[in-house]
């Protein structure tokens, strides 16, 4: 069955609205791995505006043997106060899965992904020493993505298909030119030797089309709107709900 790693960047969020430790980022992730939940996902940035390095390195003592932790991030972004850049976090607490993000701090969120011909010897040292320290390597993708041979060569194992392209388009009706986008970079990609994992946008109402048409799916990661509907029906029984509807 296709992996749901759930995104805890929100749970951040509201709890440095108010500052101190409530919401407990740790006591979210347990409540997702009891409810099912393969995996946990967070997203640090350096301007530090949800997940911030200690709740990184926290997540990581309480996950680990447990569930995969994936840490998503931009690998260029320098080191700033108290964030140490995103290979130094990986480095300290050895995630599952690190997929690389070409995001900015302008960005409210990630909205695009890498260009694999301009990007690709920027990435491979990175790529490379992530790789040593065990993690597994996905990378952010557009749908239409190709050139995936690029990405094998240097050692990436996955890559993410930016799926909020396809929320849009299914919010208004029109999803099957971006739907069919996401097959045939998700084909693409796995002729290379690639695994596919997708997130942006996902939710309850257009996560089963999606898996559908998607065969060998590794892994989605959702955040946004599971954590908005766990406010109505509680975070245990939203994961369940995405649990069943990837099986």
Request: charged fraction near 20%.
């Amino acid at each position: 069955m296709t992996l749901l790693s759930v995104n805890l960047n929100k749970i951040a969020v509201l709890r440095n609205s108010r500052g101190g430790d409530e919401p407990d980022i740790c006591r979210a992730a347990q409540t997702c791995i009891e409810a099912g939940a393969g995996g946990i996902t967070v997203h640090p940035r350096p301007d530090q505006r949800h997940v911030r390095p200690h709740d990184v390195r926290a997540l990581a003592s309480m996950l680990r043997g447990r569930v995969e932790f994936n840490i998503e991030g931009n690998p260029f972004a320098a080191a700033r106060g108290d964030y140490p850049g995103l290979i130094e976090l990986a480095r300290g607490v050895r995630p599952t899965q690190v997929t690389l993000v070409p995001d900015g701090d302008g960005q409210i969120t990630s909205d695009h992904g890498f260009d694999l011909r301009q990007d690709i010897e920027r990435l491979r040292p990175l790529v490379a020493e992530l790789c040593e320290l065990g993690c597994r390597v996905s990378l952010f993708v557009d749908a239409g993505c190709k050139d995936f041979e690029l990405a094998t060569a240097i050692g990436v194992q996955r890559i993410e298909i930016y799926t909020g392209p396809y929320a849009e388009a299914f919010a208004n009706a029109e999803p099957a030119a971006e739907l069919a986008a996401c097959v045939d970079t998700a084909r693409r990609a796995q002729q290379a030797g690639l695994a596919v994992n997708a997130g942006h946008d996902l939710s309850q109402a257009n996560l089963g089309t999606f898996r559908a048409v998607i065969p060998g799916l590794a892994e989605v990661s959702i955040g946004h709107a599971l954590i908005g509907e766990a406010l109505y029906e509680g975070l245990s029984t939203t994961v369940r709900n995405y649990l069943q509807i990837l099986r």
